[in-house]
């Protein structure tokens, strides 16, 4: 069976809603990490069939949900 789509000429948008998700859209940022951050995500990539950028985002979400903060220990100059 072939099935043949026909566009009208106009279409009416009046009753349309704006995209719940437009405020959740990515921002591409440059960042540098070190070789073996970027490893780490590589190989659980290769496990789970996720991108290793998306993997960074979703651990960088979790810190955002759960509030969490790195730990920064300084050496003193004694």
């Given at each position: 069976?072939?099935?043949?789509?026909?566009?009208?000429?106009?279409?009416?948008?009046?009753?349309?809603i704006?995209?719940?998700?437009?405020?959740?859209?990515?921002?591409?940022?440059?960042?540098?990490?070190?070789?073996?951050?970027?490893?780490?995500?590589?190989?659980?990539?290769?496990?789970?069939?996720?991108?290793?950028?998306?993997?960074?985002?979703?651990?960088?979400?979790?810190?955002v949900?759960?509030?969490?903060?790195?730990?920064?220990?300084?050496?003193?100059?004694?």
């Amino acid at each position: 069976m072939i099935y043949i789509v026909i566009m009208k000429e106009e279409y009416d948008f009046s009753q349309s809603i704006k995209n719940p998700y437009i405020n959740k859209l990515k921002k591409q940022v440059t960042i540098r990490l070190e070789e073996d951050v970027v490893d780490y995500f590589r190989v659980l990539a290769e496990e789970t069939g996720i991108s290793y950028q998306s993997l960074i985002n979703l651990y960088l979400q979790d810190c955002v949900r759960l509030q969490r903060k790195p730990s920064l220990e300084w050496m003193s100059n004694a």
